[in-house]
């Protein structure tokens, strides 16, 4: 069964850095398939943040891309994710997910999520 | 704003049909067979439901099936179930290596 595990700061400054790390058992990353951040603010609808592959091949929503960084870790089977210059508009529910057949427009497998409020 | 528009809520009684939609444009719901549909309950994380407009993974219902009509998606729940209470959200391929979602729908079983 695969799991997906977010952590990182629950609260981050305005104009710093949001990091997160999805912790993935069951499968490992190296072994294929895409591997992606989805974000959900609160109250509010699903935003794909974007998309890494085993092979490195990486997709970011246009909106968020001057701004994101996502990587893979394969000693450590963990996905991560940087935002940077944040504001109070990125304060949202982070969750990480596994891609489902060879493309990254379907999750399959989700975690629990993270919730990231961006406040001084 | 949300680049795919749904109803915000819809409504059924247990053993009925409900379909939600999922309107988009020719650039992405329109142009791709690749609209998706989720699940999520309350605090938790989405359940994957459809894939490639029509397709069910592993273990979900049969009761759960989705369809496509020019620029607009839907998901058919069919025999409600008070399970099947909570939020659907539609997603699309939106070309230019982009994905884009649905603002959701609350599905409220009577």
């Known amino acids: 069964q695969v799991q997906l595990q977010e952590s990182g700061p629950g609260l981050v400054k305005p104009s710093e850095t949001l990091s997160l790390t999805c912790s993935v058992s069951?499968?490992?990353?190296?072994?294929?398939?895409?591997w992606g951040w989805i974000r959900q603010p609160p109250g509010k609808g699903l935003e794909w943040i974007g998309s890494?592959?085993?092979?490195?091949?990486?997709f970011y929503n246009p909106s968020l891309k001057s701004r994101v960084a996502i990587s893979i870790d394969t000693s450590k089977n963990q996905l991560s994710l940087k935002l940077s210059s944040v504001t109070a508009a990125d304060t949202a529910t982070y969750f990480c997910?596994?891609?489902?057949?060879?493309?990254?427009?379907?999750?399959?497998?989700w975690g629990q999520g993270a919730l990231v409020t961006v406040s001084s | 704003q949300s680049a795919l528009t749904q109803p915000p809520s819809a409504s059924g009684s247990p053993g009925q049909s409900v379909t939600i939609s999922c309107t988009g444009t020719?650039?992405?719901?329109?142009?791709?067979?690749?609209v998706s549909w989720y699940q999520q309950h309350p605090g938790k994380a989405p359940k994957f439901m459809i894939y490639?407009?029509?397709k069910r993974p592993s273990g979900v219902p049969d009761r759960f099936s989705g369809s496509k009509s020019g620029n607009t998606a839907s998901l058919t729940v069919s025999g409600l179930q008070p399970e099947d209470e909570g939020y659907y959200y539609c997603?699309?391929?939106?070309?230019?290596?982009?994905?884009?979602f649905g603002g959701g729908t609350k599905l409220t079983v009577l």
């Open positions: 997910a596994k891609g489902h057949t060879a493309n990254y427009y379907n999750f399959e497998y």
């Open positions: 069951g499968y490992y990353i190296s072994s294929g398939y895409y």
């Open positions: 890494m592959s085993h092979t490195k091949s990486t």
């Open positions: 020719s650039s992405d719901v329109g142009g791709y067979n690749y």
């Open positions: 490639e407009v029509t």
């Open positions: 997603s699309s391929y939106a070309g230019s290596n982009n994905v884009v």
